[in-house]
């Protein structure tokens, strides 16, 4: 049985797509949903579904001690972020190597980096007059953003799409895909 854990800082859509994904799992589980923020929404929505939350505040989660204690107690064997906002420090990708991926929300290695995130993202590729916009999941490492591509998928925005218009085509990307994705991971490991 692979123990999954998801880390996230805000409403959870995707946090709760996976929990469910993996619901009827009979090789899978999520067993931790953590947040650096203990108002992150999406810890309510892992406690609906039964799932155990942790917060690590921002300035713990640099300390070794505190995060692989805790992903020890929880037996983690994968991590997933999932609208995570902290840069991943370099002990815990040391850590799980090659066992913590990342969903970015633009067709990378475009509009990445640090302080590229969430609405930010798409109001960049607004700005850049874009015709295609997408998902990236890739392997966290110490570069942000730089990890191997796993998977993209993409999808056509026009000049009249506003930011809001760009972030709804891309998240029902990842609603429909993301899952999918980890499941296929988790198994060739």
């Known amino acids: 049985m692979t123990s999954l854990a ?7 859509t995707n946090c709760e797509n996976l929990i469910k994904h993996f619901a009827s799992s009979d090789d899978v589980h999520v067993a931790l949903v953590l ?13 609906r579904h039964g799932v155990p939350t942790e917060v690590v505040p ?4 640099n300390t070794p001690e505190v995060v692989l204690s ?6 983690v064997d994968f991590i997933v972020l999932a609208g995570f906002l902290p840069i991943v420090p370099g002990f815990l990708i040391d850590a799980y190597p090659g066992r913590i991926v990342n969903l970015h929300p633009a067709l990378l290695p475009k509009f990445g980096g640090k302080g590229m995130y969430g609405h930010k993202v798409h109001e960049a590729v607004k700005a850049a007059g874009e015709r295609m916009t997408g998902m990236t999941v890739h392997y966290v ?4 953003d730089g990890g191997p591509i796993i998977m993209q998928f993409s999808t056509p925005i026009s000049p009249e799409d506003t930011v809001e218009d760009i972030a709804e085509k891309e998240h029902r990307l990842e609603m429909e895909y993301f899952p999918g994705i980890i499941d296929n991971l988790i198994h060739k490991i």
């Open 35 to 47: 947040s650096n923020r203990p108002d992150a929404f999406a810890l309510e929505r892992a406690r």
């Open 141 to 144: 490492t110490g570069e942000v």
């Open 70 to 75: 805790l992903l020890k107690r929880y037996n």
């Open 58 to 61: 921002k300035a713990d989660l």
């Open 6 to 12: 998801i880390f996230v800082s805000g409403s959870g």
